[in-house]
């Protein structure tokens, strides 16, 4: 059984972190580029831009740096913080993920144990749930 959790982490009210402004900084990681890691998550830049400034606002030191076009061009780094966030939030999901296959597997295999032996189960019949009165 191949169980997949996705989940957050709320910092603040106004903040949360999950899949995808981790996967917005991981996009950033490799190409150095806001827009590029919006394009090559189909966001658009601005929202992009909000997530990421999201992300800054919630910790002391920002996660990422922009800097602006010209002469060298723009783009986009991870700060140390930023690297550590991917990490730490990452090693959580595989603890997670790992955590929740073995609970789920246990739980199918009580299932089946609780089916009745020997009977097809295209032939069991479904529980009718119980008539309310009106």
């Known amino acids: ?11 603040t009210t106004a903040c949360a972190v999950g899949p995808g402004k981790i996967a917005l900084l991981e996009a950033i990681r490799r190409g150095g580029s806001l827009s ?9 830049y ?4 909000l997530l990421l ?3 800054n606002a919630a910790f ?10 010209g002469r060298g061009g723009g783009g986009a780094r991870l700060t140390p913080l930023g690297t550590e966030l991917i990490a ?8 997670v993920e790992r955590a ?3 609970a789920f597997v246990r739980l ?7 089916a009745r032996p020997g009977t097809p189960r295209s032939s069991r019949r479904p529980v009718k749930p119980a008539r309310r009165r009106a």
């Open 1 to 11: 059984m191949a169980a997949t959790v996705r989940f957050r982490i709320d910092l």
């Open 108 to 114: 199918a295999r009580e299932a089946r144990a609780r």
């Open 46 to 49: 601005r929202r992009a831009w």
């Open 100 to 102: 929740a296959r073995t």
């Open 60 to 69: 002391l030191h920002p996660v990422a740096t922009l800097s602006t076009g």
């Open 36 to 44: 590029q890691a919006a394009r090559e998550l189909r966001m658009s």
């Open 88 to 95: 730490t939030y990452r090693s959580l999901e595989e603890q």
């Open 53 to 55: 400034e999201n992300l």
